[in-house]
């Protein structure tokens, strides 16, 4: 009884041991203020929970609370209702939800520290709860110790580090448990039960030997470089990649920054954990901008797509296209009805030309004509075409630039229909296949140029009232000359344009600049302070985007803002330190601030670098959030605030050729791609085949047909066990004994008790006895019993009968121990031999 207690407590302490190296290996990455001794308390604790439950008073006393428990959950459900469920059990999911919190890595100031000490207990029962079935009550060291090597390695690849104390515990543990486990097995062979049993107390003796090895090795000089072998290197990577992009997809219907593991949108803030897996394949001119979501709500949280009302009529990309066509107009007014050569030359010099104070009618004409602009301005926003190819990703979502040319071609029109929202961002009724590919031809600004900012330059509120105005005063004075018949026409036919341009910038004015009623006063005076200072619409906004990119630092891992703060104001004044929605939030809302409409814009900024032919592979790392500002006479043009993609949207073009006295023409926007018709999608046969009826085997089909067969087996498995066990119940007892022997026999041959050629079952047997010692009778027995009814009389009664079965279970289990884990799954499982 004494050694009994004795090697007790050293299990004991092992399982201690074990415990809080897991414990400390999972807490210390995410820096909560837990301390060792608490640690260690924690495991303590949990151990010794476990082992009073395990006790006949602390199983009653243990069931009582829990029943107790239970019908005080009815009790409140009953009382209640379902509907206020969760406020019945409020503190159960505060609880949850810390430990989901701290489990990911966001852990922060805002966790109360009783609530963090109680996430750890429950963790530490977690842990302990296999620790100590497996270690003290039945001792199984693979069960136990291949879970815990894997939590070390797994902790390793996410962190690529791992707490040093902590793993050499689990190593000094797991050396000695060996030792336990090869010592148990030899001594099967020898020895009885009971005196295997009792020489666990030899365990402790090895503890020293074991810290004696960590010790020594941690004190030879090593390369602080790890292990080279670059042929070895190379073939991991590549088959790790391989897989990676073969079983890693995003399945989502509608695209945010949440799919790619940065924060919801609609609650912005904390750490990011996206990962380097392939989503699109694009081929490009530049580092595109590819839109997938477009949100118009600020809530002070972050970021809500509003519904649009009935009068939101005019759709966002063909009236974009219609204000870079015609805006430029209204724009000169400023500057003087201008001809196009000299147009041009302020553009390329930046000079305001001298004001002119006698028109001719054959330039009025000139002027507005409505199919031409200036060719500085066309080669400022030239016309490109981009590839767009799915990877490890299905959703509805379409990725677009901003200025998009329809018709989106590639996509099989028998496959996908194609949908537009207000914001022109594209969906497909139905979720996009891997290599799905689409082709975009789309205006590329050309951003970072002195011209195309001296074009926004000349953006301004009121622009086209001004411009309007101007109109109907001209008209005004010229309708009642007969000559001038062909120019008031001409004149009309341009007011129209501009009236509806009018009309949508109203439109834009009232949807994209409300922020809510609460924001903190000191986030508009600061955005006022900034841009006090500008002239233009333009100078403001780039005043706000620098002063973002020179005063607040970039980070993957900031700090959650407080549930009671508005989070940009948060950001601006008091974290100073974030990622890209971080910095496109805070310069939304500061240009809204000051009464320039702006909306927030997540998708996928492609990578620095490209490959070969102008190709991008995007990564769910290359999620992006950004800003599109609203000029008026320009459009809607991309702003970006983030450091460390500062100049990711320039773009720069040849204006060598242009001649300053010509004009460009313009085509018109082809009506069936009018607001209220269907969205056409061409279809193009020579670059993707029409579906087949072929199904195509991926490697998840292989996959899926493996998990299914083997499913399939192990299920025929279970039935011919059972109609087996039927079988062996219906047929006379005398027949029932022949087979079980002979079952008998196979069990033990599988485990390496084979019966050897000349050797006599009573031999066979003996061997058999010493191996195993086995409580309902002995081989030897079943032998004997064996012998009387395959040869005698002797009849067998149903207590009998019993008893061998009970035998053959007994020799199934103590035989399944000895066997590999592979050959059992192989004989027991899937050859129908168990």
Partial sequence: MKKRYYDFLTLAFIGILFIFSVIKATLVPMRVPVKMWHMLLFATGALIFYCLVNTKVGRIVFLSVAGAGLCLAVFFVFKSGLSNLSGTFTSVIKLINVIIQVGTGYYDDTIPVSQLFCAVGVYSLIVALPVYFFLIRR????????????????????????DKLSFYIFIAVAIVCYIRHIYLINSKNNRSSEETLNSGSMLIHFMPIALVVILVSTTVTVSEKPIEWPWLDNKIYNLWWDMQKKLSVDRYDTFSLAKTGFGNPSRLGGPVHADNTPILFVNAPTRVYLRGAVYDSYTGAGWQMAEKSGEYLLEDRIYDHTELTYGWKATCIQLGILPAG??????????????????STEEYLEFFNINRKPQ??????????????????????????????????????????LNENAEGIFQSDRRLRGRSTYYIEYLQPAYGMKEIENFFNLSKPGLYSEFNEYLEKFIEEHESLDNQSKLIQQLTDVQDIYKQLEGRKEEIYRLYTNIPEEIPERVIELAKEITSSSNTTYAKVKNLETYLRQNYHYTLNPSYPPLTQDFVDYFLFDGKEGYCSYFASALCV???????PSRYVEGFLLPEKSGRDNSYQVTNQNAHAWVEVYLEGVGWVTFEPTPPMANAQNYYVSLRETGTGNEGFIPEIPDEYEQGRPMPNVFIPEIEESPSDTPVITINTILLFIIAFVLVVLIMNLLFILVRRIILNIISPKKSILLLYRYAVSLLSQAGSVLQPGQTPKEYAQIVDRRYSFNCMSMSEMVELYYSVRFGSCDVGKKTLKRVFSFVSEIKSKTGRDMYFMKKLLYRYLLFKG
């Fill in 139 to 162: 001792f199984r060291f693979y069960i136990l110790f291949t879970p815990g090597l894997i939590f070390f390695m797994t902790v390793w690849g996410l962190n690529r580090h791992v």
């Fill in 342 to 359: 000299e147009y041009n030359e302020y553009l390329l010099n930046g000079e305001v030309p001298s004001e002119r104070t006698n028109v």
């Fill in 376 to 417: 500085v301005l066309l080669k400022l926003f030239p016309k490109e075409k981009i590839t767009v190819q799915h990877l490890n990703v299905r959703t509805k979502s379409l990725f677009t630039p901003l200025k998009l040319l329809v018709p989106i071609t590639g996509l099989s029109s028998n496959l996908y229909k």
């Fill in 590 to 596: 500061m240009t809204r601030a000051i009464g320039i």
